[in-house]
Every structure is written in C-alpha cells, then in structure tokens.
C-alpha cells in the first residue's frame, strides 16, 4: 500500500495551505479532487498527472484515489477549506478498512477564512451550516434553524444558494429575523480568490442576487455590529474586565 | 503607523502555520502572544524581541500591540488556533480605530486539528461551543446546550474544564445523554503538541480525569459511528448515491 493524504488546501490562494498540505501535494504520484480545486492549485502540481470530475462524482473520486494508492502510489486528494468539514474525509473511511496510511491534513475553512475578510464576526460560539438539501433534507435544516434562534448562534452558512434552490436563504434569513431582529449579516463571494466581493448589511437590506454557490454568509448574533466597515462581534472582555 | 498582524498559528506544529501566518512572524519586529503561544514558535521568532503574559491580560496585551504598531513597527500578535475564533481579532477591532493597516490571518482551528487526528467526526453541520464561563454566562451555555440537541449537531466542546470549573462538562454530556442517547466522544489532550493523547470512547465511558484545558472533545451527532478506531460522521453519500 502507498499513502493516501486528505489535503484541505484552505479557501484559494496558495499562502493559506499549510506546509504540511504544501508537502503532501508535492510528494504526491497523483492528485485528485474537484475540478474547481485542481484548478486552483494547477501551478502547484505542474507536470503530475490529475484525476478529477465534478459535483456528485464524490464516490467515483474517492473510489479512484484509494485504489491508486493501494497500489503503491503516494496520492493526494484535495478538498476545498477543509478536509473533513463538507469535504471528503469521512467517505474516504467509509470506503476503505486498512486506515493505515491515510493520513488527514486540516484546512482553513471558509467560515473562518471569510470572518478574517469580514472583520471578526467569529469569534465565540458558533453554528456551521450548509442548505445544500443534497444530502441533508431541508425538514432537518429548518430545525436546526430553529436551534441556532435559540442558541442565539453567530452563524456561518455555506452553498447558500444553487440554480435549483435559492428560496432557502431567505427563508433562513427571514426565521432569524422574527426571531433576533435584523442582525448583521456578512456576504463573501470567492473568498481569496479572483473577483472577491466582501458585503455587510442588515437581514432587511439583504441583496440575495450577489449569492451563488462561491458565497458563504455569516450572519452575526445578537451582539455582532459593525464598526468602520467592518463585522466584530465582542468577545466579551471588555464588558468583564473595563477598557 | 506600522503594522499589526493578527495570526492564527494553529495547534501547535510549526507546519500547520499557514505561509501567510509564517511570512507575518518572519516579516515582524516584535511578537506578541499568550505566553503558552509565544513557547510554541519560540524557535520561528528567534531573537526578535516578544511581549508576552497570561489568561486575563488580553486587554494589556492588544494594546501594547497596537501601540507598537501605531508607532511605527510592524508587530504579529499570535493566537493559537485560529486568530479571531475565542481569540483577539475582535478585541483588536474594538480597541482601534484606524482599520487600514490591521490584518487578520485565519489559522487552523482545533475543532478541525482534533477531528483530523480521531478521524472523521466533522463533517457535516456543526458547533463549536467552550465551557469556559470566563466570558459567556453558564446560563447561556445551557441554552446553547438544549440548542445542540434540537439540532443534533456535531459538537467541538473548547475550554471542557479548568481547576475551578470542573463539572460544566459532565453536565453538557449528561444532556446529551438524556436527549440523545449513548454519543461516541473524541477526545484530544495537547492535539499536535508534546504528549499528545487521543481517545475514543461513549458517554457513559468518558474518563473526566483526562481532561483539562488543553483537551478539546468533539460529541458525534446521532449518525457518527466507530470504525476500526475512528470516528467517523458520514456526509451522506452512500445513502444518497449508493457505492
């Protein structure tokens, strides 16, 4: 058997892999991934050769990289942000026994890589949440919905918006404002990458046209508000300990 | 006015310091961070001068940071983990008018360290969550506890413990007992540093003892399952796709 690392190469830009992603990608026989993450760390593979496909050839995907590497090869398969969070970590020990030389390499996810382009809307406690109702169905996210209202959450929401589903987000948006008012909301489009967009405004102001599938939300909680520009949302020292 | 970095140096190892992070603290004339921070790239900083002290003087120390920086140096302040998420992103907003010459560099957060080294447990929605009551209430900690139920989230618990608050966690796991059944726990002391322990085990078999406030625990939701050692949270696929 060779090696199979799980690389999350973080939101695009190279300076945000971490070395030990870095040196995986380099040492490896072969990489394989999304075509939109290969694509984004084309300069970084130069000559070696590349399996990727696209949105629901997962299985295909990961299926191909445990099978290179059992047969002896060092191989990388790398997954945007992180490597486990709605990536491919889990199907890749789901579809294989011997975890011996599977090796997992953490990533900058995007809530955190967009909180840093935002300002500091994260900050304490916090929901993730995808509204991708292709593996979950959206009777379990309209629940989750209504814990994060009471959790009163800061919330980042990741795959907002599809061609086939973008009555969603409004629906969200439309919940925590009944239920915490008009929170502030941050929008990234291609976070750290070409044509980056950076947007904060109020649930009510919500421009939902600037949303695709490249965008991730964080809506702020109760607290969260905007200074010159920028989302902060305070951790609290300055209420307990004075300025 | 200089510059102010504020870093995520993630959990510990230098190679999951991201290249931006690492060109902040190479590029910088003074570090400054939390002692135990400033320990783990003491041999990055070399002889750059540092200011460093304990829990408690975050105010003091964002302040001496952003002073440096108005006069002129350029200063990284280093925060383990990521550099906004229970860290001082937004103290530094708070504390500061001037935005222009702030930047915030996202590092690997622990949920996501941890989870890397048990296998799989993160990877679908999730929530981040610390027990320390330092700064948030332990009233709304057990909200955001009944939240976590409703929406049988993954859980990454931060802070599980300290020597003055030690059954805060017994108390989070009894809940999740109650609401939903025996959950397989993750337990990781000193992820990615010295004397790093790992350990998988169910609620009714969680060994408090271990724990401390360099241990982060991550509670599966209803689905996580045990496999040959790992923790593992399916996405979904096989479900959706079949194999």
């Known amino acids: 058997m060779g090696k199979l690392f799980v690389v999350g190469i973080g939101p695009g830009k190279h300076d945000l892999i971490t070395k030990r992603g870095l040196d995986a990608i380099l040492s490896s026989d072969l990489i394989c991934g999304y075509n939109k993450y290969i694509d984004l760390i084309d300069s970084l ?28 090869k060092t191989v990388s398969l790398v997954c945007g942000g992180d490597s486990s969070l709605y990536a491919l970590a889990s199907l890749v020990f789901e579809l294989c026994e011997d975890f011996e030389n599977i090796e997992i390499i953490p990533g900058i996810t995007a809530a955190l890589s967009v909180s840093a382009r935002l300002g500091a809307p994260i900050c304490e406690d916090l929901v993730i949440l995808s509204l991708s109702d292709l593996l979950t169905p959206f009777e ?53 990458r070409d044509n980056e967009i950076v947007k904060i405004t109020k649930i009510t102001d919500f421009d939902y046209d600037i949303v695709d599938m490249s965008t991730v939300v964080i809506v702020g909680n109760t607290k969260t508000y905007l200074k010159n ?15």
């Open 45 to 72: 593979i130069g000559n070696k050769p590349t399996f990727s496909n696209g949105m629901k050839g997962e299985i295909e995907r990961v299926k191909f990289a445990l099978n290179k590497a059992k047969s002896g």
């Open 140 to 192: 379990i996210i309209k629940k989750r919905v209504d814990a994060i209202n009471i959790g009163d959450f800061v919330t980042a929401i990741y795959n907002p918006k599809s061609k086939k589903r973008d009555k969603y987000l409004k629906v969200v948006l439309e919940s925590f404002y009944q239920q915490r008012g008009n929170l502030i909301c941050g929008i990234v489009k291609n976070c750290e």
């Open 229 to 243: 520009g920028k989302m902060i949302t305070p951790r609290g020292y300055l209420r307990k300990y004075g300025s």
